[in-house]
């Protein structure tokens, strides 16, 4: 999914630039929409992406060259629901941090605050059904990813991914299964697996886990998290009731049939409206 080296092509010139020789700067003034696969005569674009995990990726799918070792090397997360002709946008982090927010906050209002707020949405949708504006903001072919996708709502150029569904752990039904959901509802049990942990989240007597994986202990934006699961263990020994909200990928373990919520980035989780590494 990323590469370490791009071509840049400018005119007949053909020059190979390597990620740790690119800069933000000289990627917006010089480089931008010149780079491509290094596989050569591959027509793949290349985006930059800079920042501390600073690397190249594909802009989009298709356009590698048939055969080319790069065309597979991109494992979008989620996998489940990819297909050929869809594109993967992964959601922006503000709308993630967003989603979390909300979610609390639903899990904590009053029953008149959540009726208010339906009636307000009820209204919306009687406006929306404006025959002129139906239609146009689907896009059937856009899925929603978390790393990996084909663009980033940020760099995609107005790009945007489908809405993030919310659902408490007892909601959750077939059609969530392999696709990316923030799932709502009480910590109820913490398990160190060092250097990650498994959490037991549920509501109304339904359970899901959360489990962490090789992703999540590769993605370098995480290495705060590893080994630091003792923090949420200590939380919830010390307080009554720990909300969590957490977006990820729906899935059923093969082996036990249960339900999981597979988390990607750390900063997915939320405790009682809290970040993992803000708990106290
Ligand atoms: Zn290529």
Redesign the pocket.
């Known amino acids: 999914m990323r590469m370490s080296t791009v071509r840049y092509i400018n005119g007949d010139k053909v020059e190979k630039i390597r990620v740790s020789d690119m800069t933000v700067s000289d990627y917006e003034s010089i480089y931008k929409g010149k780079i491509?696969?290094?596989?050569p005569n591959?027509?793949?674009k290349a985006v930059y992406s800079g920042g501390e995990k600073a690397h190249f990726r594909?802009w989009q799918k298709k356009?590698?060259?048939q055969g080319?070792?790069?065309?597979f090397d991109r494992i979008p997360i989620n996998r489940g629901i990819i297909t050929e002709n869809s594109i993967g946008v992964d959601i922006s982090f503000k709308r993630r941090q967003n989603a979390l927010r909300e979610a609390f906050k639903l899990m904590t209002m009053t029953a008149e605050e959540k009726k208010e707020i339906e009636e307000k949405k009820l209204e919306r949708n009687i406006k929306k059904k404006n025959p002129r504006t139906e239609g146009k903001t689907k896009n059937a072919n856009v899925k929603n990813t978390l790393t990996g996708g084909d663009v980033r709502e940020e760099e995609g150029g107005g790009m945007r991914g489908r809405n993030l569904s919310k659902r408490y752990v007892d909601t959750i039904s077939n059609s969530d299964i392999n696709d990316i959901r923030l799932v709502m509802g009480q910590l109820t049990e913490v398990e160190l697996q060092n250097p990650c942990a498994k959490l037991t989240v549920e509501w109304n007597k339904k359970r899901i886990y959360v489990v962490f994986e090789e992703a999540f202990e590769k993605e370098p934006s995480n290495s705060a998290y590893l080994n630091n699961f003792g923090i949420i263990k200590k939380y919830l020994g010390k307080t009554d009731l720990v909300l969590f909200t957490g977006v990820g990928e729906i899935r059923r373990n093969r082996r036990t049939e249960e339900l999981e919520l597979v988390v990607y980035i750390g900063t997915d989780l939320s405790f009682n409206d809290s970040g993992m590494l803000h708990l106290r």
């Open positions: 491509y696969c290094p596989t591959c027509p793949a594909t356009d590698h060259l080319c070792i790069h065309e």
